[in-house]
């Protein structure tokens, strides 16, 4: 069993920044493949971002070039810079876990079995 816990959300002004970080602990994985999701009220929990353990990164087009998404396999901990955040951003992002080398989509929420209990992020206009 492996627990996620993320940290880092907050209220932000629109076009400001912040830095959400997840530790994974308890069963140890040689690798795996980690993700954020987010989901703002009445919508469903959509894709963000994904790193494999080496390093590979693919980020939702809303995203792309706003956020990075980086990893520290020594510390079990996977980061999501946020910057030149928008109103829109607004929802609670979710860090997931997949203990595979490589998934057939990382996309798909369903190819995480470990999730953490999110943190809320929050941009005013």
């Known amino acids: 069993q492996v627990q996620l816990v993320e940290s880092g959300g907050g209220l932000v002004q629109a076009g400001g920044s912040l830095r959400l970080s997840c530790v994974a602990s308890?069963?140890?994985?040689?690798?795996?493949?980690m993700a954020w999701f987010r989901q703002a009220p009445g919508k469903e929990r959509e894709f963000v971002a994904t790193?494999?353990?080496?390093?590979?990164?693919y980020y939702a087009d809303a995203v792309k070039g706003r956020f990075t998404i980086s990893r520290d396999n020594a510390k079990n901990t996977v980061y999501l810079q946020m910057n030149s955040l928008k109103p829109e951003d607004t929802a609670v992002y979710y860090c997931?876990?997949?203990?595979?080398?490589?998934?057939?989509?990382?996309?798909?929420?369903?190819?995480?079995?470990?999730w953490g209990q999110g943190t809320q992020v929050t941009v005013s206009s």
């Open positions: 790193i494999t353990w080496s390093g590979g990164t």
């Open positions: 997931a876990l997949n203990p595979s080398i490589a998934v057939a989509d990382t996309t798909d929420r369903r190819s995480y079995p470990s």
């Open positions: 308890g069963r140890t994985f040689s690798s795996y493949i």
